[in-house]
């Protein structure tokens, strides 16, 4: 069996490297995608994709494990970062994670190679299992790392050629593994926030693309204009650092897009600003639809998980009512739906 491997010279990759090859596999070529906007964003810093390079040739020579770096700058910008952009002029709260997946890895790189290989393996945390035909994907058993959520937009053709070899496993013992593999790398941190931005903020690549508007924050309950902020789109939904604001805490509740106007609730109000029912449009379902109205939901990364009940509205348009509240739903953000651990798929929230 071929194998194309993503490696991006952290420690999860690497790992994952060096399980394929305890499990008999032989004939592996790994790839460092580059998607770092070099020249487009180098004034804001630095992306350490260089060291990156480094750590992930050191690997392979290891192993000797062929290495080739696969240029997908503008792809990335045209399927990710155009949509980041075109989501934060309407309000609306990005996932570029999840098309980074969608679109890049699993998709301008399968675009690219698909035809050489067999599978493709990275070093996501989940689980595939086939089932009567059908490739299911599965959360990781460790919690905080499960990258179900952002894997959520898969197609069934391009999950049923993925392998996951730290999937089953908890990141403890990946950490443990990289030591036993005395990996060039095994000391790492793990790299955190958005996978092309590197060290740069956040927010300075909002400002490089959108620039800055001065508006108000008003208190919801009262329009009192209790400050200013540098325009609508450097805000989300349910956000309490970075307001600048004095006796809070204060959380984003809502956005007026054509007056520029950020609202915000403090913590004393802010259960009754927790919503519990939303809409979700455009879903996309990895292997099939779900085959009760009872499920469970992730509105972001991470452990947390809420029990709700879907009513199809129509073939594209869903309503979901949550068990229990959350201050955050914002649109264009996507909730991910679950039955037991079996990841489903995702749909944005309107």
Same mark, same amino acid.
């Given at each position: 069996m071929k194998i194309a491997l993503l490696l991006s010279g952290g420690v999860d990759s690497s790992v994952a490297l060096y399980r394929l090859l305890e499990q008999g596999y032989t004939d592996i070529t790994a790839y460092y995608l580059k998607i770092?906007? !070099?020249?487009? /964003?180098?004034? /804001?810093?630095?992306c350490p994709w260089e060291e990156d390079m480094a750590y992930a040739r050191a690997v392979c020579e290891a192993k000797n494990i062929p290495l080739k770096v696969l240029p997908l700058q503008q792809e990335y910008f045209d399927r990710v970062v155009s949509y980041t952009i075109s989501e934060l002029k309407r309000g609306h709260t990005p996932s570029p994670d999840i098309f980074c997946n969608q679109r890049v890895k699993f998709g301008a790189f399968y675009d690219k190679v698909n035809e050489e290989y067999d599978k493709v393996a990275t070093g996501h945390y989940? +689980?595939?299992? !086939?089932? #009567?035909?059908?490739?299911?994907?599965?959360?990781?058993? #460790?919690?905080?790392?499960?990258?179900?959520?952002?894997?959520?937009?898969?197609?069934?053709?391009? +999950?049923?050629? +993925?392998i996951f070899p730290i999937g089953s496993l908890m990141k403890e013992e990946v950490r443990a593994l990289a030591q036993r593999y005395d990996l060039p790398n095994k000391d790492r941190k793990d790299s955190q926030g958005i996978c092309f931005l590197g060290k740069i903020k956040y927010s300075d690549f909002v400002k490089h693309y959108l620039g800055e508007k001065e508006g108000e924050i008003r208190e919801l309950e009262t329009e009192e204009v209790l400050g200013s902020h540098k325009?609508?789109?450097?805000?989300? +939904?349910?956000?309490?650092?970075?307001?600048?604001?004095?006796?809070?805490?204060?959380?984003?509740?809502?956005?007026?897009?054509e007056n520029n106007i950020i609202y915000v609730s403090s913590s004393r109000n802010i259960l009754e600003q927790k919503r519990t029912v939303f809409n979700v449009c455009e879903p996309n379902w990895i292997s099939r639809k779900p085959r009760t109205d009872e499920l469970t939901l992730k509105l972001r990364h991470g452990p947390r998980l809420n029990s709700c009940r879907i009513k199809w509205l129509s073939a594209e348009r869903i309503e979901v009512t949550m068990d229990e509240g959350d201050k955050g739903i914002a649109p264009g953000q996507f909730a991910v739906f679950y039955e037991d651990d079996i990841c489903l798929g995702g749909a944005r929230i309107e």
């Open positions: 770092w906007l !070099e020249d487009e /964003l180098s004034f /804001l810093g630095t989940g +689980i595939v299992e !086939e089932i #009567d035909g059908l490739s299911y994907l599965r959360r990781s058993p #460790d919690p905080v790392k499960d990258q179900s959520y952002f894997l959520s937009h898969l197609s069934q053709d391009q +999950i049923s050629k +993925i325009g609508f789109w450097f805000h989300t +939904i349910g956000q309490r650092q970075g307001l600048g604001l004095s006796n809070g805490p204060w959380y984003v509740t809502s956005k007026d897009l």
